[in-house]
């Protein structure tokens, strides 16, 4: 093995994709003929440790063009051999003045199989460069749109619905409590039950909070099929590889673990199964239900929603601003996700808003809605929007808000990696659509928020949003039961 090659071995870490995995069409051409844009959307990103990446794509694409005019020389000369080989009559047994070839049959074949394997050599080197190429391509984060505000600061675009804290007496008189002190008193949650069930970061919801789970998905949904959805129940497991393809990786930029991978048997690692994850939002497995299709254009916007329990590993630390349901490993959630043209990509991202605008103004909800910063965005997104509640509990962090909702439009960061195409019908070849995500409901956020915003202190109760009635067996207020 040459030297060349041994080097290139080395380098290249990255482990391969498995046989079944949708092959990547990243436009590496556009981040070569820009690398300065890459790096700085790197460091705008947060992403600083990849910044680098845009350069060394830039140096390795070179390394790649002077092996491929390398093996050209090679290919020439051992053509010039086959040449000679199939040209001559006879290598051996000449009568002893001939002088048609001077050159010795074995050592034509000598010359022959060393251009091969230096050739080969070549080529194996070649695949070492794309593949570490591809890598870190895929690495980078997605570019960023012009209307992300740069750096930390989100932009405050609206709001929803009346602050309920006013300056009137009745208002600020109010007793605030937290949603884990009202749901002890109104028997909701067992937190302690779940620590020795699961550990840390899990719950059960009891009674009318269990009853408020099923509703606000019923009712989110509900919503969202009014508005052209088309209603799918996705897998909460996936492919490790789907999920890196969309942007989710084991851990983050930071080192932090958010995916849950699935322990695998003996078996199935031997045999080269593929990893598996449990999924953290229903995104990843609506992105790769598309994986290695072409769609028409016709079927565009694809639009799908669907309930499914999400899994994060890093539930964030211990803490009053955490505690409870806010910050939770597993959770119900209604997502969702659609297709379309790159062109039409800023319509379905605002019809996403505008249906999550809906189901928190008619929950009662105060909110704000805010254009996120380039520092805050995933991977994938080249632009994201949250809209964040208002709880009492909050106060003294961040004002009361946090995060209930988020949108984001993905280009094809996602369906490049995904080999998901559409066909035109005004062109024979076929394009990458784009992709848009947005929260519906996250349960347990929303049932926080509704417990601290629905407390009554002197009637020791809390009020449900007439919206979600017809799914609460004709509960209207929960109450004491003793």
Known sequence: ???????????TTASPLPSIA???????????????????????????????????????????????RGARGLREKSNEIRTKLSHAKTFSGREANDKADDHPRESHLEDARELKQRIGEIEACEECLTEEITTLASELPNLTSKETPIGCEPK?????????????ASSSDRSWRHHVYIGNELDLVDFAGAASTSG???YFLKNEAALLEQALVQYALNVAIRHGFTVTSPPSMVYSHIATACGFRPRDHNG?????????????QKTGKPDLSLAGTAEIPFAGMKAGITMEEKDLPCRVVGASRCYRAEAGARG??????YRVHEFTKVEMFGWTLPSKEAELFDAIISIQTEILHNLGLHCRILEMPSADLGASAVRKQDIEAYFPSRREKGDGWGEVTSASICTDYQTRRLSTRFRSNHVSKTEFPSTVNGTAIAVPRVIAALLEIGWSERESSVTIPKVLWPWMHGIEVIRKRW
């Open 320 to 325: 009053v601003e955490t505690k409870g349901l």
């Open 156 to 168: 405050i675009l609206g709001y929803i619905n009346d602050h309920p804290v006013s300056s009137s």
């Open 256 to 268: 932090e673990q958010q995916v849950y991978t699935v322990q695998q048997s003996e078996k199935h």
């Open 200 to 202: 840390w970061g899990w």
């Open 22 to 68: 949708p092959k990547p069409s990243i436009n590496i051409r556009n981040i070569r003929q820009n690398p300065e844009l890459y790096a700085q959307n790197c460091i705008d990103r947060n992403y600083k440790s990849k910044s680098d990446s845009p350069f060394k794509i830039v140096q390795l694409f070179d390394e790649w063009k002077a092996l491929q």
């Open 1 to 11: 093995m040459s030297k060349l090659l041994q080097r290139r071995l080395i380098n």
